[in-house]
């Protein structure tokens, strides 16, 4: 069974432990936290009223972005005005200007600056004293630049530079000077505001002498880088043989344009001579069907020698009419058809042979043009890689050129204008001598402190209380034990209850104090508890160490429960037993429970009936050698079946369960165990290790008893001071609690 925490594991944050926590802090150390404030408050005063007088004296300066110059660098620099705002500030701020004021003013022959110095009032009064303790007061005598620079980094301390109220977004920037001294204060005020504006004329006078020296120092090398650029260009025109950039391309393309149109006509011809060619070339040997290719039935010879063959023809047919076959007429005249008809024939070979002879010249033309042209476009792609080079070569030198006359243009209006101071610094209003100083308000002191103070006590003691480590309160029982809180037991009249008899002699003789409405509020709890039990309740009262006040809260609640029913107390603690010096003022005197488990007295004669409360005590008897092994033993066991048919309960008084393991061997025995705790003693881990330990073996935990609370202690009579009244909550006629007796 586990004993963990529930609190550490809970991701719920419990704000109203927290703010217990803080009102049980105010109460628990209300009076370490007073008293801290209270010297806090009056050290702040006295501290305040010892300074000096702080004379304020604010210059107020306009301070814009530089407008564009000459030059175009400055579009770079200041496009965030807030960013130029943050730069200004830092130059006002920067140890090279508090030098330049220092040495303005001599300041570092003054003394010191700072009004905060002890310099009136009881510190100062203080200081001598102090001082008048040395036997001889040594003087160091520091170099000029120690002094300068400690004055300058005293100065830095001492201004502070802002916008003025309600010119958020205005160029205005106050600066603000504190000393002790009211014309000091004003003369150094105006002379940071004088310093930083010289000091930024002086950087754009050595900006614009740079610049010159830059500009003249390029120009000399941009001006080298031209000469070798035109030397290589002219180098380059003349190993090509270049005249003009661009005239030998012209010409290129014109002759390129022409060969181009020439081969365009070639390849025309040759298409139209090479479809004559095709169409002749199906011809047969008879050149039949050449009347059906236009490129021989349109040649004029042709077209001549068949009109002629057809006069003859038709005149034929005329003189057919009137003479016969074998007239001589148409004897001559069929001579005539028949040599046009040859000389027709002969006429349309040579046309064939004329065809193919024009398709072998157009093919031979078209191969001429194509070559042509092929070799012009050659030296033009040639021309155009020239060109290309050249033109690389004249762009360099142009641009060079161009970055020359720039520069060159630059160093003359450089020259002529010169450094101009510009007028976007100056001073808007001059600081005046304060006529009045300032001193911290000592009521704004006092409230600042307390704040301070208070909070920084009050987290102390919540430190304090949350690093605790023990069980002071039932919510640590809970919280930090996670087991169940069976009661709280006060001190009684604020003193220790370890006191032999005393709480058990509270309880006889004061039933209506706090303490024994206490008693009986556990012993209620404890019945509840058992309501369901049967027989005989065996209770183990047991802590993890000694002097927590088991014995005690045992002999208590034995008192408590015997008004109720038959009860025995046994005094279970063999080592160290205290019931027999409480109750008898004895010790091993009396038999007891090592005598009956030893079968050496009767268990009747070893029982002791106190004569006021109704109670049987079992002492723990003579001293053994072996208490661990008679607890153990088979006869402890029988002794404690006897006892239970006897009584109603058994409550036993167990050794601490750290120390010895008598306490484990006897809960085996016990029907549930009481864990007593005293208040803010024991830490947390071993509280846990033993109740871990019962855990372990089965046994069944009752509560936890918190022990010796002092319920008259501020934060806790707050919030438990009518928990056990007797007379009821809040009844202010309630009495008090009697004296304790001894």
């Not at 120092?217 to 003009?244: K, S």
């Not at 038959?566 to 004895?586: A, F, N, Y």
């Amino acid at each position: 069974m586990s004993i963990e925490n529930d609190f550490y594991d809970d991701d719920v944050i419990d704000y109203r432990y927290y703010l217990e926590l803080v009102r049980t802090t105010l109460l628990k150390y209300y009076k370490w936290i007073m008293v801290f404030c209270v010297v806090c408050i009056i050290a702040s005063v006295l501290y305040v009223q010892s300074q000096a007088p702080v004379y304020v004296s604010t210059v107020t300066m306009h301070i814009a972005p530089e407008d564009m110059g000459v030059f175009s660098f400055e579009q770079f620099y200041w496009q965030d005005e807030d960013k130029f705002q943050d730069t200004q500030i830092g130059i006002l701020q920067s140890k090279k200007l508090m030098r330049r004021v220092v040495k303005d003013l001599n300041l570092h022959e003054r003394g010191k600056l700072t009004p905060a110095s002890f310099d009136a009032g009881l510190a100062s009064r203080l200081r001598a004293w102090l001082e008048g303790l040395t036997e001889e007061p040594v003087t160091v005598i520091a170099e000029e630049e120690d002094q300068i620079r400690s004055a300058a980094g005293e100065l830095a301390s001492l201004i502070s530079i802002a916008k003025p109220p309600n010119r958020e977004y205005s160029n205005l920037l106050n600066i603000t000077v504190r000393m002790a001294d009211p014309e000091m204060a004003a003369e150094a005020a105006n002379a940071i505001a004088a310093q930083y504006m010289a000091m930024v004329f002086e950087n754009e006078i050595d900006s614009a002498t740079k610049n010159q020296q830059f500009l003249t120092d390029r120009l000399t090398v941009l001006r080298e880088d031209l000469r070798i650029a035109e030397n290589r260009l002219q180098d380059y025109r003349e190993a090509e043989d270049i005249v003009e950039r661009g005239s030998g391309a012209t010409e290129v393309d014109e002759e390129l344009t022409a060969l181009a149109n020439r081969y365009f006509e070639a390849r025309e011809t040759r298409l139209r001579q090479e479809s004559a060619y095709r169409q002749v070339e199906n011809l047969g040997r008879n050149n039949r069907g050449w009347d059906n290719i236009p490129a021989i039935a349109n040649h004029r010879a042709l077209t001549q020698l068949q009109s002629e063959l057809f006069s003859l023809e038709r005149r034929k047919s005329e003189l057919s009419k009137r003479y016969g076959r074998r007239h001589n007429t148409m004897i001559a005249l069929e001579s005539e058809i028949q040599s046009a008809k040859d000389a027709l024939s002969e006429q349309v070979n040579d046309v064939i042979a004329g065809i193919k002879s024009e398709f072998e010249l157009a093919e031979k033309i078209e191969s001429s043009a194509e070559q042509t042209l092929n070799e012009a476009r050659g030296r033009r792609q040639q021309l155009g890689r020239k060109e290309f080079q050249l033109n690389d070569l004249v762009q360099d030198v142009e641009t060079k050129r161009e970055v020359y006359a720039i520069f060159l243009e630059r160093l003359n209006q450089d020259g002529a204008s010169g450094p101009v101071r510009n007028d976007n610094i100056w001073v808007a209003d001059p600081a005046v001598v304060p006529k009045v100083g300032q001193r911290t308000s000592l009521q704004q002191a006092g409230i600042v402190a307390f704040i301070l103070s208070f909070g920084f006590a009050l987290g102390a003691g919540l430190l304090r209380e949350l690093s605790s480590n023990t069980v002071s309160t039932g919510e640590d029982v809970e919280r930090k034990l996670g087991k169940t809180l069976l009661g709280y037991l006060p001190l009684v009249d604020g003193k220790n209850t370890d006191v032999e008899g005393l709480t058990f002699y509270e309880y006889l003789e004061n039933p209506e104090s706090r303490f024994s409405e206490a008693l009986r509020t556990i012993r209620t709890s404890i019945s509840l508890s058992t309501l369901q039990a049967e027989g005989c309740t065996r209770l183990l009262v047991t802590s993890s160490q000694s002097s927590e006040g088991k014995t005690s809260v045992a002999l208590g609640l034995s008192a408590a429960i015997g008004q109720t029913s038959r009860v025995l107390l046994i005094d279970g603690d063999l080592r160290k037993p205290s019931l027999e010096r409480i109750l008898m003022q004895t010790h091993h005197k009396q038999s007891g429970l090592s005598d009956v488990v030893a079968n050496s007295v009767p268990l009747n004669e070893a029982i002791y009936r106190h004569p006021q409360a109704e109670l049987d005590v079992l002492f723990s008897g003579s001293r053994t050698v072996r208490p661990l092994e008679l607890l153990a033993s088979k006869q402890f066991q029988d002794l404690m079946a006897q006892l239970s048919e006897k009584y109603e309960t058994i409550v036993i008084d167990s050794p601490p369960c750290v120390s010895v393991s008598d306490a484990y061997i006897i809960a085996t025995l016990a029907d549930s165990m009481i864990f007593v705790t005293k208040s803010d003693q024991v830490a947390v881990p071993v509280i846990r290790n033993c109740l871990s330990r019962f855990a372990n073996i089965d046994v069944e935990i009752a509560g936890v008893l918190v022990n010796q609370i002092d319920f008259n202690a501020v934060h806790y009579y707050a919030k438990y001071q009518d928990y056990y009244d007797y007379h009821g909550y809040g009844d202010s006629s309630s009495s008090e609690p009697h004296e304790s007796k001894p």
